[in-house]
């Protein structure tokens, strides 16, 4: 029996890890955290009986706590209990599936207590994986990619050496503007940027997804799970979303992951990695597929990918102001605060402002999150 934990449990990635839990009989969930969706939170208790629970919302949790009364479960809430569910005693694999910065702490504290990591939570990587990845060498733990794009190179990669890549292949489907020019873009509204062509996420994923500025993080977050030079990740344009990312070799061969668009997959397969079990769902048909399309990314029209590019070169901290840049202005768009395109603007106004630390420690990567909001809220 397997035993794992979500951090994230009531969100997209984590709803389907509990599909896959559901489908199969050997998985067992030891503990759940969730932000302030306690409905569901409790739905999830009283089906997979988790032993401790952890809500990120203080008044939440105690809400939860009067709901859940005639169970044997322990309800902990903020920062710590986001770090007890992430160590906790008898769990294998932590699936880390809540959304920025807040599950860099979490991941470390399960990385120290010997637990494997299944990632979905790309901010960790893209703001700390000069800490997360010597961390878990050291440690002895597997960090197991669950975003598609990376399970497909993860998947590529299988049974190759280091020294035999050449270039990593991220595909991109365009989102739902691909081919639009910055004039189509001046009055874009949270419905129409929430309208991803291919994959069902969460609002904000769907938002990063539209910009590229989601791509510009999985780059980021390329380079430290495979250890590969920034400039040696290529974003390849694939509107079909048929190709889930591709690895290029020393000899000039290319292997590539194919499949439907379904996270059930990457999930499932960082789950029981390396072995591989049956996921009921649709399959390719070749026959009607009849063409898989390329393009390169408009990174003129969609710089926030070039300014993703531009901040995982320089590294430090302007990946985190990057990130935190883009989490609060695309938290704004959807209070409808600002503008489509002003999002990438007060990216960009960040970075430019910000003095870069060098191998910042997690207090200074934490800090120079904060002092990004304040300067973003002080333009009010």
Partial sequence: MKK????GSTGSIGTQTLEIVRENKDIEVLGLAAGNNITLLENQIREFNPVKVAVWDEKKALQL?????DLNVEVLTGMGGLLEIAAMDGTEILVTAIVGMIGIRPTIAAIRAGKDIALANKETLVTAGHIIMPLAKECGVKILPVDSEHSAIFQSLAGSRHGEIHKLLLTASGGPFRGKKEEDL???RVEDALKHPNWTMG????IDSSTLVNKGLEVMEARWLFNVDIDDIQVVV????IIHSMVEFVDGAVIAQLGTP????????????????????DRLDFWKIRQIDFEEPDMDTFY????????????GTLPTVFNAANELAVSQFLKREIKYLEIIEIIEDCMRAHKVIESPTVEQILDTEAATYERILSRR
Avoid: C, H, V, W
């Fill in 4 to 7: 794992i934990a979500i951090l």
């Fill in 65 to 69: 706590k009067q709901n859940i009364a």
């Fill in 186 to 188: 001046l009055n874009i």
């Fill in 203 to 206: 609002q904000k994923i769907t």
């Fill in 238 to 241: 694939q509107p079909q979303s």
């Fill in 262 to 281: 379904d996270m059930k997959l990457p999930i499932q397969y960082a789950l029981y990695y390396p072995e591989r079990r049956f996921l009921p769902g």
């Fill in 304 to 315: 926030g990918l070039k300014l993703a590019y531009e901040a995982g070169r320089t590294g």
